[in-house]
């Protein structure tokens, strides 16, 4: 079977070589052309591709080495959403106390409109470098309202924040098309609000903002369902939540409980990516929710730390969540991806290729493949 979510699985985005931070450092500064970086990212992919077909993957992406983020390069290509530079009220967190900032803030200041292919062309080189399945990571439009809430869709541009919402939908909506005329069918969304929404801190925040959290997750839940709504039927998608990922830091933490049953339940998808690599993540029980037409990836593996996990060790976490949802709906991944910016997490590209083939190599043992 060619259709994922796979029983060995990932988030998407991967350690972008030297070569490629030096090409988009010399294109920033003019010092190369669009061209020259562009054959640079061309190379760099068919080797990351390689990377995930010799760790037994079924599931490929270009890594995102396209993009600088995991979100605002895919988000400004629509018309009407531009980049303020500035920085959420929430820092991310490091394990030994630091702290960072991406300053990666966006609003909307006219209407939104898809006035042009935003990353098809990237889906296109995807396809024509691999034999496997080709897989397209998306951010998820909540991630424009769920840090700063109205405030960031300018009310003279939208003084009804439902056509905001209608519009973006839209534009959703043809870039997926796009997609799929690509011969892509395998859509991943990612959505960090449904994780915040967890996190009591955050929730403040949102409150701080002019938003009552204990309504977002139906509200995103449906938003969600809109986007993807014209999907061709046979096209799997599937939803990534996580709390925070950039250079190893995270910024929410909290159990899926606040928001399990409406997100589980109601969003129109084949599958749910989710972090579960430290007790910041909660427990297994949220997953009773889950409806049986539905696929869990068990975020086990960290993206975030060197050491490599024992098989053991995963072996008896998949266990201990089979005592809430069959074996047979689960399937396993890192919690996120290995470089959700262009700096990348604090590990080297050796642990990564390793822990892609321990995804691999566990899958195998536990459900006799690590493909669908």
């Known amino acids: 079977m060619t259709k994922g979510p796979f029983r060995a699985d990932h988030v998407g985005s991967l350690l972008r070589p030297a070569e490629l931070k030096e090409a988009r450092a010399k294109a920033a500064s003019s010092q190369i052309t669009r061209d020259e970086l562009k054959a640079i990212e061309d190379r760099c992919i068919r080797d990351v591709v390689k990377l995930q077909e010799d760790a037994g993957l079924q599931s490929i992406t270009d890594g995102e080495f396209r993009r600088a983020m995991w979100h605002t390069d895919f988000l400004t290509g629509f018309q009407g959403i531009v980049p303020t530079h500035s920085q959420y009220a929430v820092k991310f967190l490091g394990k030994?106390?630091?702290?960072?900032?991406?300053?990666?803030?966006?609003?909307?200041?006219?209407?939104?409109?898809?006035?042009?292919?935003?990353?098809?062309?990237?889906?296109?080189?995807?396809?024509?470098?691999?034999?496997?399945?080709?897989?397209?990571?998306?951010?998820?439009?909540?991630?424009?309202?769920?840090?700063?809430?109205?405030?960031?869709?300018?009310?003279?541009?939208?003084?009804?924040?439902?056509?905001?919402?209608?519009?973006?939908?839209?534009?959703?909506?043809?870039?997926?098309?796009?997609?799929?005329?690509?011969?892509?069918?395998?859509?991943?969304?990612?959505?960090?609000?449904?994780?915040?929404?967890?996190?009591?801190?955050?929730?403040?925040?949102?409150?701080?903002?002019?938003?009552?959290?204990?309504?977002?997750?139906?509200?995103?839940?449906?938003?969600?369902?809109?986007?993807?709504?014209?999907?061709?039927?046979?096209?799997?998608?599937?939803v990534h939540t996580c709390r925070g990922n950039h250079e190893s830091m995270w910024m929410a933490s909290g159990g899926y409980d606040a928001v399990a049953e409406v997100f589980f339940n109601e969003t129109d998808v084949d599958g749910f990516f989710l972090e579960f690599d430290t007790d910041r993540a909660g427990g297994f029980e949220p997953l009773r929710f889950v409806p049986k037409n539905k696929k869990v990836v068990l975020g086990l593996v960290s993206s975030k730390e060197a050491t490599i996990e024992s098989k053991d060790d995963l072996k008896r976490r998949i266990n201990e969540a089979t005592k809430f949802i069959p074996l047979?709906?689960?399937?396993?991944?890192?919690?996120?991806?290995?470089?959700?910016?262009?700096?990348?997490?604090?590990?080297?590209?050796?642990?990564?290729?390793?822990?892609?083939?321990?995804?691999?190599?566990?899958?195998?043992?536990?459900?006799?493949?690590?493909?669908a």
């Open 96 to 238: 030994n106390g630091e702290t960072a900032e991406t300053n990666s803030m966006l609003v909307v200041n006219d209407k939104v409109r898809r006035t042009k292919p935003v990353m098809v062309d990237h889906v296109s080189y995807l396809k024509s470098v691999t034999t496997r399945t080709a897989k397209f990571c998306m951010p998820s439009a909540t991630y424009l309202h769920v840090r700063g809430g109205r405030k960031l869709v300018d009310p003279k541009v939208y003084p009804d924040i439902s056509e905001f919402w209608a519009d973006i939908a839209l534009a959703y909506q043809q870039e997926i098309e796009g997609i799929a005329k690509t011969g892509c069918d395998y859509i991943q969304i990612d959505d960090v609000s449904f994780a915040y929404l967890c996190d009591e801190s955050i929730c403040r925040q949102i409150a701080n903002d002019g938003e009552d959290p204990k309504r977002l997750p139906e509200l995103y839940v449906k938003i969600i369902n809109t986007l993807v709504s014209k999907r061709p039927k046979d096209m799997t998608l599937t």
């Open 328 to 371: 047979e709906q689960l399937c396993l991944s890192p919690q996120c991806g290995f470089a959700s910016t262009a700096p990348g997490n604090r590990i080297t590209e050796d642990v990564e290729r390793r822990k892609l083939a321990l995804l691999v190599e566990v899958a195998n043992e536990v459900w006799g493949t690590a493909g």
